[in-house]
């Protein structure tokens, strides 16, 4: 919890303590992709014990992302966007993006982990099926979502002037 607090903490204070120039966007822009980030590395590291087929590894990963994602959007809400249209539609894309992974979550990873984790003796040619279907939806959704994530940052950084890496 005291994590949390500092977390939140320290948030607020670089949101309230910048200007709204181009200053107060780029810190804008790194603390959202900082979070966004968060969440990327958290997501590799879910895909990586279920395609290791370890089945508590993979669900501690998944409980990880998820309690990251669900932080990190609530950090998002704590940032206060540069008085900017194109502030507010990147903050908005990274809330979408973040609430479609706490569903991915909820959802899609689950049952992957529980089909893709099956020990070889009890895995069919229908559970394959099911994977790839699963993995097709997941892509297709995650592509959506930073599609849209990335529009909305390069809108954000064209209005400030800003550079992206």
Do not use: W
């Not at 479609?100 to 099926?129: A, G």
């Amino acid at each position: 919890m005291l994590k949390k607090t500092i977390c939140f903490s320290f948030l607020l204070l670089v949101a309230v303590g910048c200007n709204n120039g181009a200053e107060a966007a780029g810190v804008f822009n790194d603390r959202v992709i900082n979070l966004s980030n968060g969440c990327v590395t958290r997501q590799q590291v879910l895909m990586e014990a279920a395609e290791k087929q370890d089945e508590a590894a993979a669900r501690k990963a998944l409980a990880e992302l998820r309690s990251y994602t669900m932080l990190a959007a609530d950090s998002l809400k704590l940032l206060q966007a540069p008085d900017a249209q194109e502030g507010a539609e990147f903050m908005k894309a990274a809330a979408a993006y973040m609430n479609n992974l706490v569903k991915t979550c909820d959802n899609e990873y689950d049952f992957y982990i529980t089909k893709h984790c099956r020990p070889d003796s009890l895995f069919t040619e229908n559970d394959q099926l099911f994977i790839d279907s699963l993995a097709l939806l997941i892509n297709s959704r995650d592509s959506i979502a930073d599609f849209e994530f990335n529009r909305a940052q390069k809108k954000f950084a064209q209005k400030y002037g800003m550079e992206l890496k």
